[in-house]
């Protein structure tokens, strides 16, 4: 994919900052915000696919930076037709090392542990990836029935996610290049 035909989607969940009326009076043709109202993030994710027309939908929150070419290194991943969902690696804005690329957990406390991105460059699968940055198949989403609105604010919806995927046949992919 060139990335040249895309829409966005902007779910405001209720935000009371103001960050949304720029994006509101921007002229920028390809940006259109929906009123969530409070929904919480899985419903909130839910509307935006709904209203979405394209095949490859990429929930990412707000506070997300990335790095050139994302977008046709998702399409990488998405290739794989036994691929559920992918993610990136992840970091912090103000210090880009370490970062973590998927997640397990790592004891009976069901804590996420990320694993240390390796230096290669290739997909792989891993158990879990935070919804933080999440992407999906159109096909793909509505066959695991979206996020499980039963999440009524924000925490674990995302682990929920992977684990279906797993159920349903899915493997979850990372893609370390990818930030």
């Given at each position: 994919?060139s990335?040249?035909?895309y829409?966005?989607l902007?779910?405001?969940d209720?935000?009371t900052?103001g960050?949304?009326a720029s ?7 390809r940006?259109k915000v929906?009123?969530?109202g409070?929904?919480?993030v899985?419903?909130a994710?839910?509307l ?5 027309r394209g095949?490859v939908f ?14 046709e290194r ?6 794989y037709q ?6 990136p690696?992840?970091t912090?804005?103000e210090?880009p090392h370490p970062?973590g690329?998927g ?14 991105t390796?230096e ?5 699968e ?6 933080a ?8 989403f509505?066959?695991l029935?979206?996020?499980d609105p039963?999440?009524t604010?924000w925490g674990y919806?995302?682990?929920e996610?992977?684990l279906?995927v797993?159920?349903?046949g899915?493997?979850v ?6 930030t």
């Amino acid at each position: 994919s060139s990335g040249s035909d895309y829409e966005i989607l902007v779910v405001d969940d209720g935000s009371t900052d103001g960050s949304v009326a720029s994006l509101e009076q921007s002229p920028r043709q390809r940006v259109k915000v929906l009123e969530g109202g409070g929904l919480g993030v899985a419903r909130a994710r839910n509307l935006g696919a709904r209203h979405a027309r394209g095949e490859v939908f990429i929930f990412m929150d707000a506070h997300c930076r990335v790095t050139p070419g994302w977008l046709e290194r998702f399409d990488e991943a998405l290739q794989y037709q036994e691929v559920g969902l992918a993610g990136p690696a992840f970091t912090k804005l103000e210090t880009p090392h370490p970062s973590g690329c998927g997640m397990y957990w790592g004891d009976y406390t069901l804590d996420p542990c990320w694993f240390e991105t390796p230096e290669m460059s290739d997909i792989y699968e891993a158990p879990l990836t935070t919804g933080a940055c999440q992407t999906f198949r159109r096909e793909t989403f509505e066959a695991l029935g979206g996020y499980d609105p039963g999440f009524t604010r924000w925490g674990y919806e995302d682990v929920e996610m992977c684990l279906r995927v797993w159920l349903l046949g899915y493997h979850v992919a990372v893609h370390p290049a990818v930030t």
